[in-house]
């Protein structure tokens, strides 16, 4: 079982860099995909990266591709998020999830969540 805490986030402006950080309590963070969603207010959860227990495949929603970063370090049990060339349309409530198998998009899929960061992105 894993239990995720994101932080990082803030308010910036338009142009700005963020990275947020999921740490996962547990010794098993490694036997977990992870991956980043985030919700804007009156808007559905959406996906915005996703990463393989290892490390080595990623995945971006189309909106993050060129400007965001997804990592992890298997040995701080930490995912990373680094946005860059933030837009006010980044602004949204960014929640980290975890899961035994990597299911993309699917949010429904992943068992396990953190309580979100508040990314704020003023124009």
């Known amino acids: 079982q894993v239990q995720p805490v994101e932080s990082g986030g803030g308010l910036v402006q338009a142009g700005d860099s963020l990275r947020l950080s999921c740490a996962a309590s547990?010794?098993?963070?490694?036997?977990?995909?992870m991956a980043w969603f985030r919700q804007a207010p009156g808007k559905e959860r959406e996906f915005v990266a996703g990463?393989?227990?290892?490390?080595?495949?990623?995945d971006y929603a189309d909106s993050a591709k060129g400007r965001f970063t997804i990592s992890r370090d298997n040995a701080k049990n930490t995912m990373y998020l680094q946005m860059n060339s933030l837009k006010p349309e980044d602004t949204a409530v960014y929640y980290c999830?975890?899961?035994?198998?990597?299911?993309?998009?699917?949010?429904?899929?992943?068992?396990?969540w953190g309580q979100g960061t508040q990314v704020t992105v003023s124009s």
């Open positions: 999830a975890a899961a035994r198998t990597y299911y993309g998009s699917s949010s429904y899929q992943y068992g396990y």
């Open positions: 547990g010794r098993t963070f490694s036997n977990y995909a």
């Open positions: 990463i393989s227990r290892s490390g080595d495949s990623t």
